[in-house]
């Protein structure tokens, strides 16, 4: 049996050093080899205006990964996300020198909209008991990309952030200045993508998609439609198909914004 948890919009808890207090949750991409990304607000108060990618190591990860997968084969017609949300608190930037912490394992729903969102708990095993896992840190290479928002220069062409490992490929849209949408999607591409070059997260530009400059609904790219991306905007060429989507977020991303 789930237990639904506050929508997103409404998370902040109480003041912590200065901010509010909020869950960071990382949303999971993958199946074979799994990613997380984590879940951002332009919000400077918010502590969660980064974007990230990143590795866990996950103790008892055969439980938690078979109940991620288990639901994730149950919902893969609809349009569910996945995340690891932390109830504890602690400044994102110490992921980088490495950090363990407790999660939960989540489904999150989205309405037709795409507008409002849903977190419920999944068991592991029977029980919603918290699990801990561990960052290792930049050194070891377990934070793959992590940077801090700002107003930096919207892009001129549709951009993302590529990751993933063989081919499981997933893409990040590149969060410029506010106001923006955030979206994780799996694709397929037509051929291999060097690994050194995944692991780098490089920025990826799409071809002939001017970027929209601002929050949108629905995504800019469509499911099953193909396009070609060029790595760091003048590198290789890559041609891919859109696959599931794995988040998407153009609402509370953009709150509380100054100015």
């Known amino acids: 049996m789930t237990t639904a948890s506050a ?3 409404n998370e902040n808890q109480h003041e912590h050093e200065g901010h509010p207090e909020f869950h960071h949750r990382f949303l999971i991409l993958g199946r074979k080899k799994l990613f997380f990304y984590h879940l951002a607000l332009y919000d400077p ?3 969660h205006n980064y974007q990230a990618v990143i590795e866990l190591d996950i103790e008892d990860q055969g439980q938690l990964r078979a ?4 639901d994730l084969e149950q919902h893969v017609n609809e349009r569910v996300f996945y ?3 932390c109830p504890m608190h602690f400044e994102l930037p110490e992921l980088k020198t490495g950090k363990t912490f407790p999660v939960i394992l989540e489904r999150v729903l ?6 409002k969102r849903e977190f419920q708990q999944i068991p592991i095993q029977g029980s919603t008991a918290t699990v801990n896992v561990h960052c290792r840190g930049e050194g070891a290479g377990q934070v793959f990309s992590f940077r801090k928002l700002s107003d930096v ?9 590529v990751f993933g490992e063989g081919d499981e490929i997933h893409i990040a849209h590149y969060l410029a200045r506010p106001k923006n949408f955030d979206e994780v999607v799996d694709v397929s591409a037509s051929q291999p993508i060097d690994p050194a070059t995944l692991h780098k997260v490089p920025s990826m530009v799409i071809e002939g998609t001017t970027d929209p400059h ?3 609904n629905p995504s800019p790219l469509v499911r099953g439609n193909q396009y070609v991306g060029m790595i760091d905007g003048n590198g290789d060429k890559v041609a891919f198909t859109v696959g599931r989507q794995g988040w998407w977020n153009f609402t509370s991303l953009n709150n509380n914004i100054p100015g």
């Open 153 to 161: 220069p919207y892009p001129e062409k549709l951009t993302y952030l």
């Open 45 to 47: 108060n918010s502590g």
């Open 214 to 216: 601002g929050p949108i």
């Open 67 to 70: 109940a991620y997968l288990a």
């Open 83 to 85: 995340a690891l949300s």
């Open 110 to 115: 989205v309405n037709a909209a795409g507008d």
């Open 7 to 9: 929508p997103y919009e």
